[in-house]
Every structure is written in C-alpha cells, then in structure tokens.
T-cell receptor, first 113, second 117 residues
Framework: AQSVSQHNHHVILSEAASLELGCNYS??????LFWYVQYPGQHLQLLLK????DPLVKGIKGFEAEFIKSKFSFNLRKPSVQWSDTAEYFC???????????WGLGTSLAVNP | GAVVSQHPSWVICKSGTSVKIECRSL??????MFWYRQFPKQSLMLMAT?????????EQGVEKDKFLINHASLTLSTLTVTSAHPEDSSFYIC?????????????FGPGTRLLVL
C-alpha cells in the first residue's frame, strides 16, 4: 500500500534559520508530489507540486522542494524562515492518474521571532 | 483561480440530529470532490470521493449510511452527518481538482467545524 512519512512532527526554529522538512513515500510507479500548508485558522493551501521535469520545484513564499527518485523523497526547503511561516506542513502523493491523495501526518513548524 | 467554499463554517448541534455541510466550487466545475476529516493536530483522513451523477466511493471504515454524500451538480457536493454523536465532532474539509487549470492538484475549502453536544 502507498504511504507517506514525514520525519519531523514538530520543528521549532528562529527567524532566518534554514528549513528542511523530510518527506518519503512508498510507491514504485509514477507519482505526483505535493506540499500543502495550513496556517493557523486557515484552510489548506498548495505550496508546491511536482509532476514531471525538473526535480527541483519552486513554490510560493520562497519554498522549494527536490524530488529524488532514488530515495523516494520530496523534501521541502526554505533558506531563511520567517515568523509568518509558522504553520502545519503536509506532504501528499498520488499515483499516476489517481486523484486520491495519500497524506503524511504533517509537520508543525513554529518560528520564533 | 480555483476557489472552493464550504457552508457552514461551523455548526453546533444536539446529539441525534443531522447536519448538512455544503461544498461548492465557485469558479470551476468539479466532477469529483473529496471529503476529509481532520482531528486536532493530525493529518487529513479521506472519508469518501464524491462523484457527480453517481454514488460516492467511501474509504474503508467510513459508514456510508452515517455520512451521506450527494453530488447533485458540477459545482456542489453535500455531506450529511446523520444522527450525529459527540464522536462525530471534528473538522470536515472538502477539496476538488480543477481539471481546466490544474487537473492533478486539489483545491481545498476552508473547512467546517462540527461540534455535537
């Protein structure tokens, strides 16, 4: 069965620190990969996505993620976080043309000003 | 854009009553919508896939007679929690892919917080 694991459940950083959130998935075929963000009291928003092509994808608000097929990973990065990045971050995967998303458990990021 | 709305945003009801939650795609047509449940500080749990013009597909362990889904039009899906009990209290979220703009990504509604007393 497909699964998604996010290694960091809670991350606390100071402003300007660099961020990397891990995401690994288990599925051998073609996958579509997503990172969603949920700011406090707000709904889920798409941060970035990978379907094909350049494995380094850039999203909104300075976030980027790199798809490493050999490692089944899609880690999220940001070189310098801000207090406003405090949120829950979810990695999700769907396989091929299947629209059903498989979700990671999420990572709670707190950025101290 | 790809805007999905939900109504109501929050609802409090007595145990034993039924509650209907609406999910609308405002600027696109959605033949498929997804209903999720999210517990505090936890990930999303897919409950069912709503299909316009046909029966919903429920995930394992989700009671279809308790969580009635109707996808009456290309812009509206409803989730009815029948005979609600306190354990049904949760945050319910719908999503839909926008096949025109980006068929693979899903766009989420703001969620409906249900509290059953």
């Amino acid at each position: 069965a497909q699964s998604v694991s996010q290694h960091n459940h809670h991350v606390i950083l100071s402003e300007a620190a660099s961020l990397e959130l891990g995401c690994n998935y288990s599925y051998g075929g073609t996958v579509n990969l997503f990172w969603y963000v949920q700011y406090p009291g707000q709904h889920l928003q798409l941060l970035l996505k990978y379907f094909s092509g350049d494995p380094l994808v850039k999203g909104i608000k300075g976030f980027e993620a790199e798809f490493i097929k050999s490692k089944f990973s899609f880690n999220l990065r940001k070189p310098s976080v801000q207090w406003s990045d405090t949120a829950e971050y979810f990695c999700a995967v769907n396989a091929g043309n299947n629209r059903k998303l498989i979700w990671g458990l999420g990572t709670s990021l707190a950025v101290n000003p | 854009g790809a805007v999905v709305s939900q109504h109501p945003s929050w609802v409090i009801c007595k145990s034993g009553t039924s509650v209907k939650i609406e999910c609308r795609s405002l600027d696109f047509q959605a033949t498929t919508m997804f209903w999720y449940r999210q517990f505090p500080k936890q990930s999303l749990m897919l409950m069912a896939t709503s299909n316009e013009g046909s029966k919903a597909t429920y995930e394992q362990g989700v009671e279809k007679d308790k969580f009635l889904i109707n996808h009456a039009s290309l812009t509206l899906s409803t989730l009815t929690v029948t005979s609600a009990h306190p354990e049904d209290s949760s945050f319910y979220i719908c999503s839909a892919p926008n096949p025109v703009a980006d068929r693979k990504a899903q766009y989420f509604g703001p969620g409906t917080r249900l509290l059953v007393l």
